[in-house]
């Protein structure tokens, strides 16, 4: 059974950064797709970026593109998210999740299989 641990989310300014981590275990091997999603309050978890099981590929929305890097330590079993030019409205609970399917639109929740209890990060103005 796989299980995710994710951390660093906090209280900051807007513009400033954040670094997210999501431990994964019981994984059998490197075949995973990993993202990342967020929730904020009154509002469904939408997908904020994914990387593929070679690293070699990510995606990401649209509206954190050019702010928001999704990389992966196989090694160390870890996925972060580093967050830059964080705004008010990236104010949510992020949240990583795991999937073996292929040929998927990987934006989805219903398309992951494995999740975290998430972390709160807060960006005030």
């Known amino acids: 059974q796989v299980q995710l641990v994710e951390s660093g989310g906090g209280l900051v300014q807007a513009g400033g950064s954040l670094r997210l981590s999501c431990a994964a275990s019981?994984?059998?091997?490197?075949?995973?797709?990993m993202a990342w999603f967020r929730q904020a309050p009154g509002k469904e978890r939408e997908f904020v970026a994914v990387?593929?099981?070679?690293?070699?590929?990510?995606y990401y929305a649209d509206s954190v593109k050019g702010r928001f890097t999704i990389s992966n330590d196989n090694a160390q079993n870890t996925l972060y998210l580093q967050m830059n030019t964080l705004k008010p409205e990236d104010t949510a609970v992020y949240y990583c999740?795991?999937?073996?399917?292929?040929?998927?639109?990987?934006?989805?929740?219903?398309?992951?299989?494995?999740w975290g209890q998430g972390t709160q990060v807060t960006v005030s103005s």
């Open positions: 999740a795991a999937t073996r399917k292929n040929f998927i639109s990987y934006t989805r929740t219903n398309e992951y299989d494995y």
């Open positions: 019981g994984r059998t091997d490197n075949s995973y797709y």
């Open positions: 990387i593929t099981p070679s690293d070699t590929i990510t």
